[in-house]
C-alpha cells in the first residue's frame, strides 16, 4: 500500500525549514537535538513521500 503525503506538508516543511534558517539552521537542529545525520535520515525518510526539506 502506498502511502501519500497530505498536500500541504511540502509547504509546511520548506516553511518551517526557511524560518528556522533565518538565524541558524544548524542551532536550531541543535536545540532539538537532532544530529546533522539524524537530520539526513529524516529528509531521506521525507524524501520517500515526494517532500523535499530546505536545506
Do not use: W
Amino acid at each position: 500500500m502506498e502511502i501519500q503525503a497530505p498536500a500541504k506538508l511540502q509547504a509546511l516543511i520548506y516553511a518551517l525549514g526557511k524560518e528556522a534558517a533565518r538565524n541558524s539552521f544548524n542551532d536550531f537542529l541543535e536545540d532539538l537535538g537532532i544530529t546533522d545525520e539524524e537530520y539526513e535520515e529524516i529528509c531521506k525518510f521525507l524524501s520517500q513521500f515526494g517532500v523535499k526539506t530546505y536545506c
